[in-house]
């Protein structure tokens, strides 16, 4: 961990000079939506991170996709870190969730632990509201001023009938309400 891993908001309580495996910086970024780990983890893959990230969603066809930092916060009052579209939200999370479900059933979890030569570090997911929620299967949640309150959850209606549900722009209490309604409405379609 270095001192610019830390520098995006928040605090995970990771400690400059700490060694974490890769696996427990993703883990700690999608349960708890640590943009110090999401900084940590992408630092760790190298330079041109975010080109490779942008590259990955230009060959999903994620046409209204751009990211400009790994975390997506705000880089100032008037940028956003990244830009998208609900559906391409949802897109990519099905993509994720097909090709690492192990990470993304993480976030069913009501808090997040990593050991740390003996000692635990421990924080609270940011999707508990949903995981009482039958067939919750996964989500990541997002906030920004400019972007307000984000999420992307998974469900399954029935076995075999999965449904991923994007909102976008909501507030940060909001994102949960609307991610339930449009759960009612898909489970109503069936």
Known sequence: ITRNDL??????????GQTVMLGDLIKFALVASSNDAMEAAAASLGDGFIDKMNSAAAAMGLTKTHFF??????????ASGAYGSAY?????????YK???DFFELTTRADVSI???GKELKAA?????????????????????LAGGNLV????????????????????EGR????????????KSL
């Not at 520098?7 to 400059?16: E, I, N, Q």
């Not at 999707?127 to 001023?145: E, R, W």
């Not at 449904?163 to 909501?170: D, F, N, W």
């Open 153 to 172: 959850a998974v469900f399954d209606l029935e076995p075999g009938r999965t449904v991923v549900a994007a909102v976008l722009g909501s507030t940060r």
């Open 88 to 96: 391409d939200v949802a897109r990519l999370a099905t993509v994720f």
């Open 176 to 187: 949960f309400s609307d991610i339930k309604i449009l759960l009612e409405a898909a489970r």
């Open 99 to 101: 090709d690492h479900p």
């Open 115 to 117: 050991d740390q030569n």
């Open 7 to 16: 520098s995006p908001a928040g605090d995970s309580g990771f400690m400059v």
């Open 125 to 145: 997911s940011t999707a508990v509201s949903l995981q009482n929620i039958p067939g919750f299967v996964a989500a990541k949640t997002g906030y920004t001023d």
């Open 69 to 78: 930092n790994v975390t997506g916060l705000d880089i100032n009052q008037r």
